[in-house]
């Protein structure tokens, strides 16, 4: 096993406790080790540079070392983890050693090596990294360190990015909190009571703390979008061809119906489109055969950055009524939308419903049986959620299941035909992207998510989807009217969470993003019309 950069050999145990035992122990030897290096003697206030190429200039023109950027986010790194608990695997070590070859690089060379030159990043639990695990959230995949890099942390350390750490996902990643019986519960930052969500939640718990400048997730149902909504980050879950998979192990692995994307997070949107422009022209597809051949389109991003757009609305999906806060940011958005002189189209939630109940079926098209294989091999309980996914159905016959798949490209066909089709009253054009909420509420107590119908359908279809933070509860929503009778069983229960949870909301200030969707690898469009948005929001 390895970590912080010192290999120790152990002899691994049977039972999962003792597992859990030894990797949480080596965790804590790896931040205690560094942590005894007097960082808080450094200047913390690098860790406020939300923007990437402002922190690299600052690099670049020799006003910052890439060690004590370095040593600056691992100070906050560890604090944010003594608060959230959000940390997996750590790289600390590793981190200064390369941040150390940075520095010797742009001493000799007077230039930085690329253009994330001494940025720190993190990885979510299931990007490998050579020498750690990646567990996934289960037991079973302790002790079982990865061989090599994934492709796209490859890829990012050739552009100059630090790798501090990996940090903290749901058991199984498939829902919408972070918590494993391995390295536990992930709390929020504004509450201990409140989740951060996932499955990418360890990461923005991290992100929000300044612990991290740049973070990496998946997303197979909302699970970069939904932790960033509730952290108030920007997540961009792109088309699932866009950036490499490669080196990425994942729940159901070798499925293809609803395949899973590999985002960034932030808290600068001029940072994910950096990053995002940069990876792509190091050109994925020559290293992962899944990725599309498509280059980075400047023109698109330009085109719509610059010009009137046309934006549907949905402010409901008509399945489970957004909470009074994130519909009153939503609409507040859009009369800013139509001052600035763009068109505003009324959305419908159409074919959602019958996308959203093949991705359903698809979740449990094998019984359960790829996530208890995991969980047999590490002897692990189960959580909660993940006991009731895996018994939700039994596995289905391969002709059924291509039956799924005719369902779902039926589906497919059916949204892009709508697409098409809606046009704006005003001037007979397409909407460019669709606007709407991410989740029908803001960051809730542990174990209480149930609907994410909002991000989910995207990932049926696989359109490239953003989220921006857009504002936060308030006290006027306190007295929004709130009195309607329940559509369904999850209308009901969302009701009462507002109901039960809306002043402890208020008084949290939690915040609230909306939700920007266009087609599949309309990333460059998606990025523009977000910065136009920001811009309107700042």
Known sequence: MKQGGHFTMVEIPRGWQDKVRLKREAQAQAIETIANENLQELDPSVTDIDDISTLVGRIASGELSSEAVTKAYIYKAIAAHSQTNCLTEILFQEALSRARELDDYWTQHGKVIGPLHGVPVTLKDQFDTRGHDTTIGYVGRTFNPATEDAVLVDMLKKLGAIVLAKTNLPQSIMWCETENPLWGLTTNPSSKDYTPGGSTGGEAALLSLHGSLLGWGTDIGGSIRIPSHMMGLYGLKPSSSRLPYHGVPVSTDG???????????????????????????????????????????????????????????????????????????????????????????????????????????????????????????????????????????????????????????????????????VKSPKTGKQVDVVLMPPMPHTAVPHRSCRWVGYTKIWNVLDYSALVVPAGKVASVDSDAAWDYGPRNSLDEWNSALWTDNKETMIELGLPVCVQIAGRRLEEEKVLAIGAVIDELLQ
């Open 255 to 421: 499925q293809e119906h609803v395949p899973s994307s590999v985002g960034p997070l932030a808290r600068s949107l001029p940072s994910l489109t950096l990053v995002m422009k940069e990876l792509i022209q190091l050109k994925p597809w020559e290293r992962d055969a899944r990725c599309a051949p498509v280059p980075w389109r400047d023109d698109i991003f330009r085109k719509f950055k610059s010009q009137p757009l046309t934006i549907g609305v949905l402010a409901d999906d008509g399945v489970v009524r957004p909470h009074p806060p994130v519909r009153r940011v939503l609409l507040s958005l859009v009369e800013k939308l139509q001052a600035a002189g763009h068109d505003i189209v009324e959305w419908n939630a159409d074919l959602h419903p019958e996308c959203i109940q093949v991705m359903d079926e698809f979740y449990t098209a094998d019984g359960g049986e790829d996530i208890r294989r995991d969980m047999l091999a590490g002897g692990e309980p189960f959580i909660p959620h993940v006991e009731a996914l895996i018994n939700r159905g039994q596995p289905i016959s391969v002709y059924e299941y291509w039956q799924l798949n005719k369902r779902k490209q039926l589906l497919q066909q059916a949204y892009l035909k709508k697409w098409n089709e």
